[in-house]
């Protein structure tokens, strides 16, 4: 437990549980912990993805699980080559998830079209065309990197300013590239 979560005091009363704590932390402990991914693959880095899944990675135990439909999904999935073709239907795919939500290139091929980086028909990256925020190196990542991963997009969530962001008052630190991202989005 870090220290925002420790932040969050739980007690049980007569009449139920209750949690008191900062807002922020409240919001980002229960969002944190309920990362559902779209499960979506495009090319072999998605058998990476659905091993991540199995018994052995187990993301369950952090909450993540696969949605099988984008209106439900947090976390996008960047798994496999992508194409020009592809990458339209991707792009389709990602606005219909509802904010706020994060974007994961796994893979060489996601990250800069991979060893396929010269083919006509392939995207030199996914950050070409959706807003990345976690890169995973590899030809394929194993599932640990993607737990590892997933794991980096839980810790940015918790850093996320709620009533700052609905008050106007965000104020990204210069040294901080992933608030800087959030501030540009909000204007
Ligand atoms: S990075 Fe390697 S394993 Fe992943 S999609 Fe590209 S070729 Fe396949």
Redesign the pocket.
Known sequence: MNEKEKSVIIEPTGDGTVAVGPIDNLLNMARKHSLWYLLFGT???AIELMQTGGPRTDTDRFGMVFRSTPRQADVMLLA??ITYKMASRIRLLYEQMADYKYVIAM???ANTG??FQRSYSVVKGGDLFLPVDVYIPG??PRPESLLEGLMLIQQKIEREPWLKKAWGKFEASPADPWAKKEKDALE
């Open positions: 090319a072999c880095c496999g080559t893979g060489s091929c991979g060893l030809c394929p």
